[in-house]
């Protein structure tokens, strides 16, 4: 299945819904979750837009695909998607951020491949959706971001041997790991004499920091999450001031040196996961601070990242005051996100 969180357009102030995706000849449908009367352990119904609740109540969304199968054959219920909002698909209770997991990653920083993978932390106040702006606060001129899979977890995770960590997984979705990489402390994002204060927390995990979405794709709809396409491109304004699109990144999760049942296994060890929590599992190479010269994302630009066979994410990129440059690919988005707000 393919779930995503939305509000309907033309709803006042519509609280946010989780649907199942349907693909059909005349565009996509959602059918809402709250149609189909799904109860949780104590017999409450779940949470209307909460999949991290949904996960606790059916682990592996056997109940729920059945519950699904049965209720595509009457349409009623249904809405055209055309007249939705997406939504980030779900508030993690956890994001274990996983850094150095790509050898191209790795080799264009002019490392040695680690023994282990350095681990961070996002938190929900990170978190936006697909359209939705990432702000490039006061505190940093130099904004990067990464591609990355995101691994939703469905089962209770602790002390889980790497054999057994499949059956953890929930599900898969995008993840844009923005970082501004002056905070962090990287040597060419910094200017001459500059040391920058070398808190990943604060250069990770900075409102807006984590776009994820478009949607959260089931384990079972994935063959091999070691076999897909990781990208990322910018937005620009070019130089007739129309919209010009930059490649990034363009890397497949086959060049990760830890998979995703080894990072399950890692973090498990002595950090319990919980239904809805999310692992990014690293970047490929290609982003900007490692370039030459370094490129660093301003506001105006539009942010991209792809997974194969999960979605893309676009993120208009703005000031700290929230505008962008008139005219410019952001603002553009912007403009279409406010003219298709509910009302």
């Given at each position: 299945?393919?779930?995503?969180?939305?509000?309907?357009?033309?709803?006042?102030?519509?609280?946010?819904?989780?649907?199942?995706?349907?693909?059909?000849?005349?565009?996509?449908?959602?059918?809402?979750?709250?149609?189909?009367?799904?109860?949780?352990?104590?017999?409450?119904?779940?949470?209307?837009?909460?999949?991290?609740?949904?996960?606790?109540?059916?682990?592996?969304?056997?109940?729920?695909?059945?519950?699904?199968?049965?209720?595509?054959a009457s349409r009623s219920a249904m809405i055209e998607r055309r007249l939705t909002r997406t939504l980030a698909p779900l508030r993690p209770g956890k994001i274990?951020?996983?850094?150095?997991?790509?050898?191209?990653?790795?080799?264009?920083?002019?490392?040695?491949?680690?023994?282990?993978?350095?681990?961070?932390?996002?938190?929900?106040?990170?978190?936006?959706?697909?359209?939705?702006?990432?702000?490039?606060?006061?505190?940093?001129?130099?904004?990067?971001?990464?591609?990355?899979?995101?691994?939703?977890?469905?089962?209770?995770?602790?002390g889980v041997r790497e054999a057994d960590a499949s059956t953890c997984v929930a599900g898969y979705s995008a993840a844009d790991d923005v970082s501004a990489r002056?905070?962090?402390?990287?040597?060419?994002?910094?200017?001459?004499?500059?040391?920058?204060?070398?808190?990943?927390?604060?250069?990770?995990?900075?409102?807006?920091?984590?776009?994820?979405?478009?949607?959260?794709?089931?384990?079972?709809?994935?063959?091999?999450?070691?076999?897909?396409?990781?990208?990322?491109?910018?937005?620009?304004?070019?130089?007739?001031?129309?919209?010009?699109?930059?490649?990034?990144?363009?890397?497949?999760?086959?060049?990760?040196?830890?998979?995703?049942?080894?990072?399950?296994?890692?973090?498990?060890?002595?950090?319990?996961?919980d239904p809805g929590d999310v692992i990014l599992t690293g970047t490929p190479a290609g982003v900007g601070v490692f370039r030459d010269p370094p490129v660093f994302?301003?506001?105006?630009?539009?942010?991209?990242?792809?997974?194969?066979?999960?979605?893309?994410?676009?993120?208009?990129?703005?000031?700290?005051?929230?505008?962008?440059?008139?005219?410019?690919?952001?603002?553009?988005?912007?403009?279409?996100?406010?003219?298709?707000?509910?009302?």
């Amino acid at each position: 299945m393919r779930l995503v969180r939305f509000c309907e357009r033309d709803g006042a102030s519509a609280p946010p819904r989780l649907g199942v995706v349907h693909r059909e000849v005349k565009g996509e449908r959602l059918l809402p979750l709250d149609a189909l009367g799904l109860k949780g352990p104590s017999g409450d119904a779940i949470a209307r837009a909460d999949l991290a609740a949904l996960l606790a109540a059916d682990p592996d969304l056997a109940r729920t695909a059945s519950a699904v199968g049965r209720a595509t054959a009457s349409r009623s219920a249904m809405i055209e998607r055309r007249l939705t909002r997406t939504l980030a698909p779900l508030r993690p209770g956890k994001i274990v951020g996983v850094g150095l997991n790509y050898r191209d990653h790795v080799a264009e920083q002019k490392l040695e491949l680690p023994e282990r993978p350095v681990l961070f932390a996002k938190f929900a106040n990170a978190v936006v959706g697909d359209g939705e702006p990432v702000v490039r606060h006061r505190h940093t001129e130099a904004l990067d971001f990464e591609a990355e899979l995101a691994v939703v977890i469905g089962r209770t995770a602790s002390g889980v041997r790497e054999a057994d960590a499949s059956t953890c997984v929930a599900g898969y979705s995008a993840a844009d790991d923005v970082s501004a990489r002056d905070l962090q402390g990287v040597t060419a994002a910094l200017p001459p004499g500059g040391r920058g204060d070398g808190q990943w927390l604060r250069a990770k995990g900075s409102d807006t920091f984590c776009p994820l979405g478009p949607a959260f794709v089931t384990a079972d709809e994935v063959a091999d999450p070691a076999a897909l396409a990781v990208r990322s491109w910018r937005t620009v304004v070019g130089p007739g001031g129309e919209p010009r699109v930059v490649p990034m990144q363009d890397g497949t999760t086959r060049d990760m040196i830890f998979g995703v049942e080894w990072l399950i296994a890692f973090v498990s060890e002595v950090i319990t996961l919980d239904p809805g929590d999310v692992i990014l599992t690293g970047t490929p190479a290609g982003v900007g601070v490692f370039r030459d010269p370094p490129v660093f994302l301003r506001p105006g630009d539009v942010a991209t990242v792809e997974v194969g066979g999960i979605g893309r994410l676009s993120n208009p990129i703005v000031d700290a005051d929230g505008s962008a440059p008139e005219g410019s690919p952001a603002a553009r988005v912007l403009a279409g996100l406010h003219r298709n707000a509910p009302r």
